[in-house]
């Protein structure tokens, strides 16, 4: 009977792992089976920490997510481009407060930008030159959520 019982234990853990792993592919998805030989994430990093108890981010290999409520401040992903390339994103930011969403490259120079007081979804198109970037979040008040992929063209 214990045997039993455990192997029942065992299916239900497995089922509960099982719906973990899949609630990490976004509904939001934009690419579907990306290759990036050239890109290389890494984050999520924070300036001064976290002021939400209630933050909560996943990344993939060219992906990265958050939820937030009453976020102040800034987070961010570092992406090493190998090679000169042109880089489609795909953006879905929706929040309710202040955001700017940017992209800088290693000599801290903006290449891309968004001040945001609304939602928004969207796509876009960098040519990027062989180096390290950061993708910052900057946020004041703000709740909500950011969704943002890439692909290689």
Not at 2 to 9: D, G, T
Not at 104 to 126: H, P
Request: hydrophobic fraction near 35%.
């Amino acid at each position: 009977m214990k045997k039993i019982a455990l192997i029942i234990v065992m299916i239900s853990l497995q089922s509960c792992i099982t719906v973990k792993v899949n609630a990490d592919v976004d509904s939001n998805s934009f690419y579907k089976k990306v290759d990036n030989p050239n890109i290389k994430s890494q984050g999520t990093f924070f300036d001064k920490g976290v002021g939400d108890s209630k933050w909560s981010n996943s990344n993939g290999d060219n992906w990265t997510k958050a939820k937030f409520d009453d976020a102040s401040g800034t987070s961010y992903i570092k992406l090493n481009i190998s090679k000169n390339l042109t880089a489609n994103f795909h953006s879905n930011i929706k929040i309710d407060g202040e955001m700017n969403f940017e992209i800088v490259d290693q000599n801290n120079e903006v290449v891309f930008n968004r001040q945001l007081i609304n939602s928004k979804e969207e796509n876009f198109t960098l040519d990027l030159t062989k180096g390290n970037y950061q993708i910052r979040w900057n946020s004041t008040n703000a709740t909500g959520s950011y969704f943002l992929e890439w692909k290689e063209k």
